[in-house]
Structures are given as C-alpha cells and as structure tokens.
C-alpha cells in the first residue's frame, strides 16, 4: 500500500533580497527523512499499524532570494505487514530509507506541497518552483486572428 496521509506541521519561508528581472534563478527542492517511527491509524475496520516518517522539504533559491521549508509526516503502509520492521530496522541501524519508499513518499509530499509552494511564491512575490507553461505564437503576420 502507499502513503495514505500527510500531516504538514510547520512552513517558514524568509525573502532574503527583492528577486530581479532578467538574470537566472533556479529553485532547488531538497526533500529529507528525519525521523522514521512505528505508527497507527485508525481505519473503518481497527487500527492499522504503518510507518511514520516525519520530513522536512527545504527550498532553496539561487541566487539567494529567499529560503523556505515545510515540515511533517506521512504515514506508509508497506505492502506486507513483515516490511515494517524491515525499514523501521534499517533506518535504525543505518538511517537510510530503501529507494523505493524514499521515491514514493517524496512524489507524495511534492504532490501535497506544490500548491501551498505556488501560493506562497505568489504571495511572496518569489519565483515558482516550477516553470509554468507559456504560450508562443509562431509564424503570426501582425494584425491576423487567431
């Protein structure tokens, strides 16, 4: 099974400088596991043992414009019950979080974050994080409709 939830539990976000017109900016996203733990949660029909895993996804801009992060925890439901004890004893013994599980609990914070990311970034007056889409006209006479 997936990750079944997200639980945001901080946000901050500083503008260092005013951003500027015309010269590059990228956004670096840094996702981080801090913290894996054997959780609950209730469902329909009982309690459901999972993992939880407390994150932390920093934002970065460069040129250093601004910085930010979000901070929380998810709750992963392995696919077997045994594995629980597999990744909550390898993060015990070598903090490290199988690929997989990294991969799948990062696509769903991304998934969760991106829309708080772009209001603040709007709010803020900040770059996205994300290039929006832009429409060109190619191959246009002035004066022709479209």
Do not use: C
């Amino acid at each position: 099974m997936p990750v079944i939830g997200i639980n945001i539990t901080r946000i901050g976000f500083e503008k260092k400088i005013q951003p500027f017109f015309g010269g590059r900016i990228e956004v670096n996203l840094s996702p981080k596991v801090k913290d894996m733990r054997l959780g609950e949660i209730r469902t329909p029909t009982g309690e459901t043992q999972g993992i939880e895993i407390l994150f932390k996804y920093e934002i970065a801009y460069r040129p250093e414009i601004a910085e930010g992060f979000i901070e929380g925890a998810v709750m992963y439901l392995p696919q077997r019950r045994e594995e629980i004890d597999e990744i909550l004893d390898t993060w015990e013994s070598e903090r490290k979080v199988k690929p997989e599980v990294f991969a799948e609990v990062v696509n769903f914070i991304t998934h969760s974050a991106a829309p708080m990311l772009f209001v603040i970034a709007k709010e803020m007056g900040l770059p996205y994080h994300v290039p929006l889409p832009r429409v060109d006209v190619k191959g246009h006479n002035p004066g022709d409709m479209v």
